[in-house]
């Protein structure tokens, strides 16, 4: 099996050497040179973590060539670099080539799928609600991956692409994929968004001083209770449109097998098994903000307003995010405009993320 990764972060990184190790053929796309250089001169991906060791990787900065053959291609950017790798993508997918968005931000798999009707082409979009693996990049082509996740849960934009999908994942990464029933179950499954957005405001300053401290151990008592009543309004919309997804103490559970309890006990927990790691962001231009604000928390209080479902805590959030960094994170989200559902109803929302649209002219 050939696959593609587009990226070559943390996760890209991750990935391609989780993929290598196992004998699977792997090829690196990046918008340059830069964290890739080693790569290009022939050396291998080193990793360090809790996978330990060198594995091969082909690179190319040419997105068509990268993609050449490739069975199966990964997204592997944050959701602020979705659009400009999905129109980079889009015009050079095969209709046999499954592509998995690893992790899924404000229906970016919808805006792929829309990008391909463009051309009359259809192919597998699976959107995940998480990523692979968890991890930095340290150096040019190193990585230290902190985990590999045990478990994903991931939805195909069509229904009919469900099995393929499942068969080609499970051969890559094993019996770890929990089938969501659409594109809005996955999107609302993704529970870190709220969770760095609570993290964020009430660790502000440590952030802007550069200090160095644990993100576990800074979900503290109050930290966790709030992170409880953002994950209420989230469970309170996926109810709207008729879903069950996990609680943010479900998902602690299922990926780092933590004993069930409040959030703060289960931070606790993972904060003295992980000794301190991983530690929290040292800058305001971090991924907890920058990220996950404009491409989680934005797409969720547009959802609400579409359901008429009530999000204080969210439209407050947003609110004061945008007041500490003097920005407007909604006009930063340059995927939502192009989907045109501010007038649909959550009836039409859900049944376009359960057959994404249709080849032909741009709708």
Same mark, same amino acid.
């Given at each position: 099996?050939?696959?593609?990764?587009?990226?070559?972060?943390?996760?890209?990184?991750?990935?391609?050497?989780?993929?290598?190790?196992?004998?699977?053929?792997?090829?690196?796309?990046?918008?340059?040179?830069?964290?890739?250089?080693?790569?290009?001169?022939?050396?291998?991906?080193?990793?360090?973590?809790?996978?330990?060791?060198?594995?091969?990787?082909?690179?190319?900065?040419?997105?068509?060539?990268?993609?050449?053959?490739?069975?199966?291609?990964?997204?592997?950017?944050?959701?602020?670099?979705?659009?400009?790798?999905?129109?980079?993508?889009?015009?050079?997918?095969?209709?046999?080539?499954?592509?998995?968005?690893?992790?899924?931000?404000?229906?970016?798999?919808?805006?792929?799928?829309?990008?391909?009707?463009?051309?009359?082409?259809?192919?597998?979009?699976?959107?995940?609600?998480?990523?692979?693996?968890?991890?930095?990049? &340290?150096?040019?082509?190193?990585?230290?991956?902190?985990?590999?996740?045990?478990?994903?849960?991931?939805?195909?934009?069509?229904?009919?692409?469900?099995?393929?999908?499942?068969?080609?994942?499970?051969?890559?990464?094993?019996?770890?994929?929990?089938?969501?029933?659409?594109?809005?179950?996955?999107?609302?499954?993704?529970?870190?968004?709220?969770?760095?957005?609570?993290?964020?405001?009430?660790?502000? &300053?440590?952030?802007?001083?550069?200090?160095?401290?644990?993100?576990?151990?800074?979900?503290?008592?109050?930290?966790?209770?709030?992170?409880?009543?953002?994950?209420?309004?989230?469970?309170?919309?996926?109810?709207?449109?008729?879903?069950?997804?996990?609680?943010?103490?479900?998902?602690?559970?299922?990926?780092?097998?933590?004993?069930?309890?409040?959030?703060?006990?289960?931070?606790?927990?993972?904060?003295?098994?992980?000794?301190?790691?991983?530690?929290?962001? &040292?800058?305001?231009?971090?991924?907890?903000?920058?990220?996950?604000?404009?491409?989680?928390?934005?797409?969720?209080?547009?959802?609400?307003?579409?359901?008429?479902?009530?999000?204080?805590?969210?439209?407050?959030?947003?609110?004061?995010?945008?007041?500490?960094?003097?920005?407007?994170?909604?006009?930063?989200?340059?995927?939502?405009?192009?989907?045109?559902?501010?007038?649909?109803?959550?009836?039409?929302?859900?049944?376009?993320?359960?057959?994404?649209?249709?080849?032909?002219?741009?709708?």
């Amino acid at each position: 099996m050939k696959v593609a990764i587009l990226g070559a972060g943390g996760v890209g990184l991750g990935m391609a050497a989780l993929m290598s190790s196992k004998n699977i053929d792997v090829r690196l796309w990046a918008p340059s040179s830069t964290g890739v250089q080693t790569l290009l001169d022939g050396k291998p991906i080193v990793s360090t973590g809790v996978l330990e060791g060198e594995f091969r990787a082909s690179v190319n900065l040419d997105m068509a060539k990268a993609i050449e053959g490739a069975d199966a291609i990964f997204v592997a950017v944050p959701g602020n670099g979705h659009k400009t790798v999905i129109d980079l993508l889009a015009p050079h997918v095969r209709p046999d080539q499954l592509i998995a968005i690893s992790s899924h931000m404000s229906l970016s798999a919808l805006y792929l799928s829309r990008q391909l009707s463009h051309r009359d082409a259809v192919c597998p979009i699976s959107a995940w609600a998480t990523t692979a693996v968890a991890g930095r990049r &340290t150096n040019p082509g190193e990585v230290h991956m902190a985990s590999v996740r045990q478990h994903i849960v991931a939805s195909t934009v069509r229904p009919e692409d469900n099995e393929n999908a499942a068969l080609v994942l499970t051969r890559i990464f094993g019996d770890v994929f929990e089938p969501a029933s659409d594109v809005m179950a996955a999107t609302l499954t993704n529970v870190n968004p709220a969770t760095h957005l609570a993290v964020s405001l009430c660790n502000l &300053t440590r952030m802007e001083y550069g200090e160095e401290w644990g993100s576990y151990r800074g979900i503290s008592s109050a930290v966790g209770r709030l992170i409880e009543r953002l994950d209420g309004e989230r469970l309170s919309l996926a109810s709207r449109f008729g879903l069950s997804v996990q609680t943010v103490q479900e998902h602690l559970h299922e990926s780092f097998g933590l004993p069930l309890g409040s959030v703060a006990e289960m931070a606790a927990e993972q904060d003295i098994r992980r000794n301190g790691a991983p530690t929290g962001p &040292t800058t305001l231009e971090h991924r907890y903000v920058t990220e996950d604000v404009p491409f989680g928390i934005v797409p969720l209080v547009k959802f609400g307003k579409i359901a008429g479902v009530a999000m204080p805590l969210h439209d407050a959030g947003l609110a004061l995010i945008g007041a500490l960094y003097g920005r407007s994170f909604v006009a930063e989200n340059d995927i939502l405009p192009h989907l045109d559902i501010d007038n649909m109803n959550p009836e039409e929302l859900l049944a376009l993320c359960r057959r994404g649209y249709s080849p032909g002219p741009p709708q």
